[in-house]
């Protein structure tokens, strides 16, 4: 197979200079660390913020200690196969892109709606002093129905992420570019649990603040060219062409549009 850019001239070893450097890739570049960065952040944030939902503090023991509802975490957990299924089924009919923005605004709203229930129901047991068998039976399949979502659509998300990152790059920028996208996405991981296990950060303003970075990354996402049916490396540079044919109208577009 010829590679996709035989044209271009480059040492490897200045890979770093041309993702930054050269107006062809620094836009698209300065976009993926972005979305890499937030979107970790949202996604071990998402995790997080499962698994202090189905906790409680253990009032028995004078250690803080949290008992945990593993039944529910299991069923949470095992959501991440059906995000693997979605991808497998969405990304190349729907396309990278509308995808991708899909899943990042859906899992900003199941999380967010986890919050906003766990906190009406803490509310509820703190007002009445005890809930019925029935009630609490009802919000917890709630609970789990979007604990299982949120999971869901972060990991389908990240998942085509990591497959978009790959087709836009150019290869003799991909592994240099993969790579500080995601170191990036490790500063973003280190910060999670600074937001979602802060005791100074409320469960709803946690969600709030899950909810928000959902929606940077639907943002982040359609700022990146359409990879579908395109070959790989090649969607920046139809992206350029697109864009110079519609100077003369004084108009730009970065939608890449495939046949």
């Known amino acids: 197979m010829q590679d996709d850019d035989d044209d271009d001239n480059g040492d490897n070893n200045n890979a770093w200079k041309v993702l930054l450097m050269d107006k062809r890739y620094r836009y698209t570049t300065l976009t993926i660390w972005c979305l890499w960065g937030v979107y970790a952040t949202l996604y071990y944030g998402t995790i997080m913020a499962v698994t202090l939902v189905f906790s409680s503090s253990n009032s ?3 250690n803080n ?4 509802d593993f039944g529910a975490l299991v069923v949470a957990a095992s959501a991440e196969i059906a995000g693997v299924t979605i991808v497998l089924h969405v990304v190349d009919r729907f396309g990278r892109i509308p995808s991708q923005m899909f899943c990042f605004a859906m899992a900003g709203i199941s999380v967010l709606t986890l919050c906003l229930l766990k906190h009406h129901q803490q509310e509820e047991n703190n007002h009445d002093g005890s809930s019925s068998s029935s009630g ?13 979502a949120s999971r869901m659509f972060a990991l389908s998300a990240s998942n085509m992420v990591w497959m978009t990152t790959a087709e836009v790059l150019p290869t003799r920028v ?3 570019g993969h790579g500080m996208a995601n170191a990036v996405a490790r500063m973003g991981a280190f910060l999670a649990p600074y937001i979602v296990l802060s005791p ?6 946690t969600g709030w603040i899950l909810f928000a970075c959902s929606i940077l990354c639907v943002v982040c996402v359609s700022r990146l060219p359409e990879t579908k049916h395109v070959p790989m490396g090649r969607a920046i540079d139809r992206t350029l062409s697109i864009t110079v044919q519609d100077d003369e109208n004084t108009t730009t577009t970065t939608t890449i549009i495939t046949t």
């Open 136 to 148: 609490s039976s009802n919000s917890r399949i709630w609970l789990i129905f979007f604990g299982f």
């Open 65 to 68: 200690s949290l008992d945990f």
């Open 200 to 205: 100074k950060t409320p469960l709803v303003q």
């Open 60 to 62: 028995n023991n004078n």
């Open 174 to 176: 991909r592994t240099t």
